[in-house]
C-alpha cells in the first residue's frame, strides 16, 4: 500500500477531474512535458503489463527519503540479467473487489535475480505512460516508495511486488 504519491499523479489526476486537455507534467527524464488528451472521454494514461522496467511496478536502489517533487526512483534497477539487475515478469492485475468501505485492486509484478550477485530494493514505485503534445509516449512516476528495510533478493531468487490501489469511504 503505497502513502507517497508524488507530483506527476496529483498534475496529472487533476488534468483528468478537470477534464483540461493540456496539462505540463516532468517526465521521469526531469523534463517538463505538455501532456494532451487527458479527458475522461480521451483517456491517455497507461501502464504497459509487459516484462519491462519502464512502466507499471519498478523498483531501485535509492534511499534518498521520499519527497513530493520526485520525479522517478532515484537509482532504478534495470530489467536484464547482467550485474545489479533484475529479470521483470509481466504485470498482472486482479479485478477490482470490495471489502467493508473499501474498493481496491492489485498490480503485481514478480522480480527475478539472475545477475550473479544479490541486489537489494530499497524503494519502489509506479511508472506510467501518457502522450506529450509532440505525439511521443512519455514515462511519468506516479509513487515512489522506500522500502524499510531493504529486500535482499539472492541470485536465483526472485521478490514480488504488489501494489494495492484503493479508496474507503
Same mark, same amino acid.
Given at each position: 500500500?503505497?502513502?507517497?504519491?508524488?507530483?506527476?499523479?496529483?498534475?496529472?489526476?487533476?488534468?483528468?477531474?478537470?477534464?483540461?486537455?493540456?496539462?505540463?507534467?516532468?517526465?521521469?527524464?526531469?523534463?517538463?512535458?505538455?501532456?494532451?488528451?487527458?479527458?475522461?472521454?480521451?483517456?491517455?494514461?497507461?501502464?504497459?503489463? #509487459?516484462?519491462? $522496467?519502464? *512502466?507499471?511496478?519498478?523498483?531501485?536502489?535509492?534511499? &534518498? %527519503?521520499?519527497?513530493?517533487?520526485?520525479? @522517478? /526512483?532515484?537509482?532504478?534497477?534495470?530489467?536484464?540479467?547482467?550485474? #545489479?539487475?533484475? $529479470?521483470? *515478469?509481466?504485470?498482472?492485475?486482479?479485478?477490482?473487489? &470490495? %471489502?467493508?468501505?473499501?474498493?481496491?485492486? @492489485? /498490480?503485481?509484478?514478480?522480480?527475478?535475480?539472475?545477475?550473479?550477485?544479490?541486489?537489494?530494493?530499497?524503494?519502489?514505485?509506479?511508472?506510467?505512460?501518457?502522450?506529450?503534445?509532440?505525439?511521443?509516449?512519455?514515462?511519468?512516476?506516479?509513487?515512489?516508495?522506500?522500502?524499510?528495510?531493504?529486500?535482499?533478493?539472492?541470485?536465483?531468487?526472485?521478490?514480488?511486488?504488489?501494489?494495492?490501489?484503493?479508496?474507503?469511504?
Amino acid at each position: 500500500r503505497s502513502h507517497s504519491y508524488v507530483i506527476a499523479f496529483a498534475d496529472i489526476f487533476y488534468a483528468a477531474a478537470r477534464q483540461i486537455d493540456t496539462v505540463s507534467v516532468i517526465d521521469t527524464g526531469g523534463v517538463a512535458r505538455t501532456i494532451v488528451n487527458i479527458t475522461v472521454a480521451s483517456p491517455n494514461l497507461y501502464m504497459d503489463t #509487459g516484462a519491462i $522496467s519502464t *512502466s507499471g511496478p519498478v523498483v531501485g536502489t535509492g534511499t &534518498t %527519503a521520499v519527497a513530493i517533487g520526485d520525479t @522517478k /526512483l532515484q537509482t532504478q534497477i534495470d530489467h536484464g540479467t547482467g550485474v #545489479g539487475q533484475l $529479470s521483470h *515478469s509481466a504485470v498482472t492485475a486482479t479485478a477490482p473487489s &470490495t %471489502a467493508g468501505s473499501t474498493r481496491s485492486w @492489485k /498490480l503485481q509484478k514478480i522480480l527475478t535475480n539472475n545477475s550473479g550477485g544479490s541486489i537489494t530494493i530499497n524503494e519502489c514505485g509506479l511508472y506510467a505512460r501518457c502522450m506529450d503534445s509532440a505525439g511521443t509516449v512519455r514515462i511519468f512516476c506516479l509513487v515512489r516508495d522506500l522500502v524499510s528495510p531493504g529486500q535482499t533478493v539472492i541470485n536465483g531468487a526472485a521478490a514480488v511486488l504488489t501494489y494495492t490501489i484503493g479508496v474507503t469511504a
